[in-house]
């Protein structure tokens, strides 16, 4: 099955900065989605982004399907921010079903 | 609407007792997902159910059974439960496998169990 693999796998940050979380795969996908687990355990979808670059907010997300990997980015950070970030691919070779990588886990300090 | 519900939020068992997790989505989605989350791994796909009718294993399916009881409701069983299926277990739904379009996603709380 497809392979996908996230860094870094630890985030620390002060409140304020900017960050990049990254997703490699190693198949072709027609879909990939980032979500946000937060400290209580809620997962979120944050974008559903096969390609192409989203922004919502103080978050982007830019998918380049032909060299396999995402981007996730983080500005001017906030403590809410906290939790851990994964992304999700749904491939051929995976039937579909969503298949998550091991996730980022950011801290971010006031 | 409640998205995906998900019963109990917390279990502790013993280890050869067995449990039923509830999981029941009000948005009409045709596709429904059990993964268990353990420190460090990620969430790893246990069963799916691609629409009303099937069921199909996933990475992890020993030690597990599930029902599509119907398009709404979707329950994993531990029939004898071991120590090393101490997880958290989340329920997701999605509009349809495969789907050619957006179709993300939709989490339940989760259920956090503990096998003593």
């Known amino acids: 099955g497809i392979q996908v693999e996230q860094s870094p796998p630890d985030l620390i940050l002060q409140e304020g900065a900017n960050s990049t979380l990254r997703c490699n795969f190693s198949?072709?996908?027609?879909?990939l989605q980032w979500f946000h687990q937060n400290p209580w355990g809620q997962l979120i979808n944050l974008f559903y982004?096969?390609?192409g670059t989203k922004q919502n907010g103080r978050l982007s997300a830019t998918t380049v399907a032909t060299e396999r990997y995402s981007l996730l980015y983080i500005s001017s950070s906030q403590t809410t921010d906290s939790g851990v970030y994964f992304c999700a691919v749904e491939s051929w070779g995976g039937s579909y079903i969503p298949t998550f990588g091991r996730g980022t886990s950011l801290i971010v300090h006031p | 609407n409640a998205g995906v519900t998900q019963t109990p939020k917390f279990q502790v068992l013993k280890t050869g007792q067995s449990m039923t997790l509830q999981c029941a989505q009000d948005?009409?989605?045709?596709?429904m997902y059990w993964y268990r989350q353990d420190p460090g791994m990620g969430l790893r796909l246990i069963y799916y159910?691609?629409?009303?009718?099937?069921?199909d294993k996933g990475e992890v399916p020993n030690g597990y059974n599930v029902s599509r009881l119907n398009k709404r409701e979707f329950s994993l069983r531990l029939e004898s439960a071991a120590p090393s299926q101490t997880s958290v277990y989340f329920c997701?739904?999605?509009?349809?496998?495969?789907?050619?379009?957006?179709?993300?996603?939709?989490f339940g709380n989760g259920t956090r169990l503990t096998v003593t």
């Open positions: 982004i096969p390609s």
């Open positions: 997701a739904s999605s509009e349809e496998v495969g789907f050619i379009g957006y179709s993300p996603l939709h």
């Open positions: 198949d072709s996908v027609n879909n």
């Open positions: 159910s691609a629409s009303e009718g099937t069921t």
């Open positions: 948005m009409n989605h045709n596709s």
